[in-house]
């Protein structure tokens, strides 16, 4: 082309495999290899949260999840090890500005007076009444109520009232729990579930003692949010058997299990 010779060039390739690289070239390799795989299975760990470090998709389960989390996540581990969860520890009730945010709690209940500083006065009915209203679900489905027996007996009746009640009361051994659920311990076991109405809602009112929100079910356990548990808003880890019920606590006596349908 214009008078001008291009040159030729041969280029050959040829393929050499590897070498073979011998135990010894591998092994001081392995301290690099172990510390790299310690580093991803770490990062992809949420520590001692566990499973409940994901919120719940139910929205009274997220309130609930919410509250525990505002009170810096106090976990009580019933029956051995569940999933990494430990016990530990969180904000004191009298610590502002939490004391006041109890005062919220008993609001909902008409007690805008009493707050977390306030002695004596359990509040952990409070907590409920007031995730329940957090959440949307109505003052006639659920009566707000400082006690745990008020508002129970309150749902008993309403359920044997109307063909569709937004909540059913169960006894423990016939119902597994779900997120947004109640699960409630009582001075006596569900002596009420086979009583005439008149009597049930008396055993109810006078027997429950507290009820925690549940925000999961996974692992073999029901993770459960109460208030005034450890002088905090806490999440307890109940047990379950292989049907997803409550399996028998020791120091507990189950009393109903509430389920949510609203």
């Known amino acids: ?13 040829r393929w050499q495999p590897l070498p073979r690289r011998s135990s010894h070239t591998i092994g001081p390799r392995l301290p690099a290899i172990l510390l790299l795989a310690l580093l991803v299975a770490a990062c992809g760990s949420t520590g001692g949260g566990g499973a409940s470090e994901r919120p719940p998709t139910d929205r009274t389960a997220y309130v609930a999840w919410q509250e525990w989390s505002r009170f810096g ?3 009580v581990v019933h029956g051995g090890s569940a999933n990494g969860h430990v ?21 909902s209940c008409g007690h805008a007076g009493w707050n977390g500083r306030t002695s004596s006065r359990p509040w952990s009915g409070a907590f409920v009444s007031w995730v329940m209203g957090q959440s949307g679900v109505s003052a006639r489905d659920f009566s707000p109520a400082g006690r745990h027996g008020q508002y129970l007996s309150s749902l008993y009746d309403r359920q044997h009232a109307t063909r569709s009640p937004g909540f059913v009361l169960h006894a423990p051994n016939e119902y597994a729990p779900k997120p947004g ?4 311990t009582g001075t006596a076991g569900p002596t009420w579930r086979n009583a005439d109405p008149r009597t049930a809602h008396r055993r109810i009112d006078s027997t429950a003692s507290h009820c925690d929100v549940v ?7 029901v993770q459960a949010v109460g208030g005034n548990v450890k002088d ?7 047990p379950v058997d292989s049907r997803g019920r409550l399996a028998p606590l020791a ?7 509430v389920e949510k349908r609203v």
């Not at 016990?87 to 005062?103: D, Q, T």
């Not at 659920?181 to 409630?184: Q, R």
């Not at 925000?215 to 356990?221: A, L, P, Q």
């Open 1 to 13: 082309m214009n008078g001008v010779d291009i040159p030729f060039v041969d280029v050959r390739v």
């Open 181 to 184: 659920d109640l699960v409630c």
């Open 87 to 107: 016990n530990r520890s969180g904000i004191n009730e009298r610590s502002e500005p939490l004391s006041s945010r109890i005062g919220d709690y008993w609001g």
């Open 215 to 221: 925000t999961s079910v996974r692992g073999g356990y």
């Open 232 to 238: 905090s808003v806490t999440m307890s880890l109940y």
């Open 73 to 75: 996540r106090s976990t």
């Open 251 to 257: 120091g507990k006596t189950w009393f109903v299990v």
